[in-house]
């Protein structure tokens, strides 16, 4: 079974411009995560989609932050303009109901 | 918002000592999980917890979940250097689930 897959990997900015980060989740997957995690923390949730509809988006700052899930499948998160507060791994997971969440392996975003 | 606290915060052990690290929260959880995060990765899947009391066992790892459902144990006997990396624990409610910060667990050779 391929895992999730996001990219790219590695992004560097500067502070104002824009980026966007893909996930593409596990088949059959209907909730897709995208988190935030900050060097020395845990992951934060930003987002929660079930197909293509948002669950949860309470801590997404709106005012820079916007992800969608077209077609149920793969989806986007977009930063703009970015802060250097930012930098962090941006990390997709997918799951199905009581199988705990499989994660990719991020995106280490640097604001500078 | 629940709030999941991990303790100790870093662990730095020699290879072969037992550990047990922790992880606390005020809430009440439907489940459990703990995850294992090695640098430049996303976290791993260890083992999920739904039964208050279960314990379950996954090779040297031991996994306990409160009786309550608030809290969560995991104990590694023997650690091994391959153990090293961030031990997440993340609690679940309502098909909302929140992580804590994590403990850093290094075994030296």
């Known amino acids: 079974e391929a895992g999730v897959a996001q990219s790219p990997r590695y992004k560097i900015i500067e502070k104002r411009q824009s980026v966007a980060f893909w996930c593409n989740p596990i088949s059959g997957h209907a909730t897709l995560y995208w988190y935030q995690q900050i060097l020395g923390q845990g992951p934060k949730l930003l987002i929660q989609f079930q197909n293509n509809g948002v669950v949860d988006d309470s801590q997404l700052p709106k005012d820079r932050f916007s992800a969608e899930r077209l077609k149920g499948v793969d989806s986007t998160l977009k930063i703009q303009p970015a802060k250097l507060e930012d930098s962090a791994v941006y990390l997709c997971a997918s799951s199905q109901r009581n199988y705990g969440y499989t994660f990719g392996s991020g995106t280490r975003l640097t604001v500078v | 918002t629940q709030l999941l606290e991990q303790s100790p915060q870093f662990l730095s052990i020699q290879e072969g000592e037992n550990l047990t690290v922790y992880c606390n929260s005020s809430s009440v959880f439907s489940s459990l999980q703990w995850y294992r995060q090695e640098p430049g990765e996303g976290p791993v899947l260890l083992v999920t917890v739904v039964t208050g009391g279960e314990v379950k066992k996954l090779k040297r790892l031991t996994f306990q979940f409160g009786d309550a459902r608030k809290d969560s144990s995991l104990h590694i006997t023997a650690a091994q250097p391959g153990d090293t990396g961030l031990y997440l624990c993340?609690?679940?409610?309502?098909?909302?689930?929140?992580f804590g910060a994590g403990t850093r667990l290094t075994v030296k050779p």
């Open positions: 993340a609690g679940e409610d309502n098909n909302d689930m929140r």
